[in-house]
């Protein structure tokens, strides 16, 4: 079985800081890690993926995210936050094998506010 | 190219009656999959089907749910006898294949409200 804990289901950064959203899996089998933006009332876009190669995942809009095994963590990072970063953020894992190939499971989602 | 597509965007429905709910995926993609994003929750995974086959439909309530993705035509998440506590965002997704670590492609979503 497989899940996902997002710690802190809200955070706010002042514009041009550090943005550093968390997120811990737990995977019976080697993990792939996802994170996705959802924007108000939109759908999911993919921001980035782990597949087991490089433990460093660079994504779009300046996003990044590592993967830390002996931490079963992959948190989502950007040097420097904008106000179009305003968003619910969402960690996902999948397994390589079996149902877990196809089905991702979610956290519960990260809302991060931007302040001017 | 079109992105996943999911109609209606917004479905307003009374208690007892049906929410059909349509996606038609990305180009090329033969596999589709629903999700359910429940209030202050992240999705969850209900169903995976391919043309004329439902593949794992492990996520789908038991009663009053069902899926299906004919030969022509979108997938539909079918619920029948709608109850408060379906009122949601249904996401469908795509993949051009099942492979480890395949990205999965989301629409914008489809928000049921039940009153």
């Known amino acids: 079985a497989q899940s996902v804990t997002q710690l802190g289901s809200h955070v706010s950064v002042s514009e041009g800081a550090l943005v550093l959203l968390r997120c811990n899996y737990s995977?019976?089998?080697?993990?792939?890690l996802f994170w996705y933006v959802q924007y108000p009332n939109q759908g999911l876009q993919l921001l980035l993926k782990?597949?087991?190669?490089?433990?460093l995942v660079k994504g779009i809009n300046g996003f990044e995210a590592e993967f830390k095994k002996s931490e079963t963590s992959f948190h989502l990072t950007k040097p420097s936050a904008h106000m179009s970063d305003a968003a619910e953020y969402f960690c996902?894992?999948?397994?390589?094998?079996?149902?877990?190939?196809?089905?991702?499971?979610f956290g519960k989602g990260t809302k991060l506010s931007v302040i001017p | 190219n079109a992105g996943v597509m999911q109609n209606p965007r917004h479905l307003v429905r009374r208690r007892g009656q049906e929410a059909r709910l349509r996606c038609s995926p990305m180009?090329?993609?033969?596999?589709v999959y629903w999700y359910r994003q429940l209030p202050e929750e992240g999705l969850k995974f209900m169903v995976y089907?391919?043309?004329?086959?439902?593949?794992?439909e492990s996520g789908m309530p038991k009663e009053r749910f069902s899926a299906e993705f004919p030969k022509e035509g979108p997938s539909i998440l079918r619920i029948q006898q709608v109850v408060r506590g379906d009122s949601a965002a249904y996401f469908c997704?795509?993949?051009?294949?099942?492979?480890?670590?395949?990205?999965?492609?989301f629409g914008e979503g489809s928000w049921l409200t039940v009153v």
């Open positions: 089907l391919q043309k004329e086959n439902i593949i794992d």
């Open positions: 997704a795509s993949s051009p294949s099942t492979g480890a670590g395949n990205t999965i492609y």
């Open positions: 995977s019976s089998v080697p993990p792939y």
């Open positions: 782990y597949t087991s190669a490089a433990t």
């Open positions: 996902a894992v999948s397994e390589n094998s079996g149902a877990g190939s196809y089905q991702l499971t």
């Open positions: 180009k090329g993609h033969s596999h």
